[in-house]
């Protein structure tokens, strides 16, 4: 192996000095990654990570850092483990069925919410618009009390969900202001059930994960699975292996259109070379060129139709990113950065809520933002 290393070593020099063009050279640089995690794990900011950078070609760097179980065992982390992506839900499940169904003529992204949902269509929300769910800015609440309404009616209680959401009084106007929203992407999870008969699980499954070939993306992971996943809270003294982390999404019966995907990073590089071309992936089109450039451009307080794009929350980005970047992150630790302009993407998975839902990620995005979105894809000054 080392012996391996002092030869890539010696032609990637020469290739550098003598000015070659070969793909790799520019991202010799991608090694400074290990340092950051490394001192974010040491720090005990969490447990472990995957972490994946590609382009629209290929996977450029790979690497497993760490635990997927820190307590009460140990269990270390690899490549494919699978993780709980949180909110990456919202834009790679739900915010991709909605603009499939946009291309096939199933569902307008102006048609009111209330046209599939009658019972929402009340206390200042009956001009709420498919768009407007989509971008936050539908005027509902960000959250809900879950414990409250688990004491009410158990768990799980998905019908109770949908009506809490639909009895909630807007707090603005649809369009007025941004405000990030768990509330309506569990509407728009349940609109899709309506408008195709199948849940958002298996819809997604059947027209985004399969045709992918994404083989370890799915909500409600089979227990056989459980030895190959990232562990997130321990609860009562129970380890949550494969449940989902979100309290809503676990109301819903862990199939929500806010949370409860899993999936690994090697799948969502499918995901983001996909978008990175133009919707198509091995020679199928999986959405339109106007629904991938809707999904990831700003469409309104700078968010796209599922993805961020200019809004607070889009610093992990990091500063050297084009402004065309888009991104999404997750509670439990995990985040996607594509950068078209660059062609290049950056995937970070990390289980930071394992085990007392503490942890913090700040500083592992933003370093390795700043790594692999340099200006002008050059190495940065360390």
Not at 94 to 102: Q, R
Not at 170 to 193: N, W
Not at 258 to 264: D, P, Q
Request: hydrophobic share 40%; proline share 5%.
């Amino acid at each position: 192996m080392k012996s391996t290393r002092i030869v890539v070593a010696f032609v990637v020099a020469l290739c550098l000095l003598s000015g070659c063009r070969w793909p790799g050279a520019r991202y010799v640089h991608l090694n400074q990654i290990d340092s950051i995690v490394e001192k974010e794990i040491e720090a005990e900011s969490f447990p472990g990570a995957v972490v994946l950078v590609g382009d629209s070609k290929r996977i450029l760097y790979r690497n497993a850092y760490g635990q997927a179980v820190a307590e009460p065992f140990q269990t270390p982390m690899t490549e494919e483990t699978v993780f709980d992506l949180a909110s990456l839900t919202k834009p790679i499940a739900t915010a991709t069925s909605v603009m499939i169904l946009v291309d096939r003529g199933k569902l307008g992204l102006d048609d009111p919410v209330g046209d599939y949902l009658p019972e929402f269509a009340c206390a200042g929300k009956e001009e709420v618009r498919i768009k407007h769910l989509l971008t936050h800015s539908s005027g509902l609440p960000a959250y809900t009390n879950a414990a409250a309404i688990e004491k009410e009616h158990g768990c799980p209680c998905p019908e109770q969900v949908i009506a809490k959401i639909c009895s909630f009084e807007a707090q603005a106007a649809p369009g007025e202001e941004f405000k990030y929203s768990c509330l309506g992407y569990i509407t728009l999870g349940r609109i899709v059930q309506v408008v195709t008969g199948q849940s958002i699980a298996e819809f997604s499954r059947d027209n985004i994960f399969v045709p992918l070939r994404m083989k370890a993306t799915t909500f409600n992971p089979p227990t056989c699975w459980s030895d190959s996943i990232a562990a997130t809270e321990i609860v009562d003294g129970e380890l949550r292996r494969g449940a989902v982390h979100d309290p809503l999404a676990r109301l819903m019966a862990g199939t929500s259109g806010n949370a409860g995907l899993f999936s690994t990073a090697s799948d969502l590089s499918i995901f983001c070379r996909m978008l990175l071309n133009d919707g198509v992936w091995r020679g199928k089109r999986i959405l339109s060129s106007e629904a991938v450039a809707k999904l990831t451009t700003v469409q309104a307080h700078g968010r796209a139709y599922g993805f961020d794009v200019l809004s607070s929350y889009s610093w992990i980005k990091g500063p050297n990113a084009s402004e065309e970047t888009f991104c999404h992150s997750g509670y439990t630790g995990t985040s996607l950065v594509c950068d078209p302009a660059a062609g290049t993407y950056a995937i970070i998975l990390t289980n930071r809520a394992h085990p007392k839902d503490g942890g913090t990620v700040k500083a592992v995005r933003r370093g390795i933002a700043e790594i692999v979105f340099a200006p002008g894809g050059e190495e940065p000054q360390s």
